[in-house]
């Protein structure tokens, strides 16, 4: 849709089943997120809204996506079966996520309110695949255009993959 970001799985094979927006039917939100089947593992990929500003009215679409999202997973998933959440969820979780997080306190990637909405929906039953390998480890996902921000590592972790816990079939991962 134009003006908007959307979402796209691609697959090596054909999918069991693919459903577009947080509902079976249609919404005007269809461009965000899609679930796609894959032997039987629910993949939900979605776009988080940036959020522009945290007194726009953007960024209150943001802090009710994510409770979209929460409903939707408690409506379409099952926590003690595998699936995973994929994305650009435009929200950098904790202060190792995003550089200089004491200058960024006031920014809709960063700030409090979205942090918390992302870790209420996570806690419907996902687990940060990343951070749970990696608990130290500073990797960012998108720089600025601006100001060298590739070069001088002025990033932010707002992509993720999570997964119930589930997954891997091994539960000694998880532990």
Known sequence: MKGYNGVA?????????VVHG?????????FRIIQTVVNGIPIINSYVPQGHSIISEKYALKIIWFRRLQRYFA????PAQPALWVGDLNVAPEPIDV??????????????DARTAFKEAVA??????????????????????????FRQNFGWR????LATRPWPRSASRWT
């Open 9 to 17: 799985t691609l697959t090596k094979g054909i999918p069991d089943k």
């Open 22 to 30: 947080l509902h079976e039917g249609s919404d005007n939100e269809d």
């Open 75 to 78: 409506t379409h998933l099952d």
């Open 99 to 112: 550089y200089h997080p004491d200058r960024r306190v006031n920014d809709p990637d960063f700030h409090i």
């Open 124 to 149: 419907w039953g996902f687990v940060d695949v990343f951070r749970r390998m990696h608990p130290d480890r500073v990797q960012y996902t998108y720089w600025d255009y601006f100001r060298s921000a």
């Open 158 to 161: 707002i992509d993720h993959i």
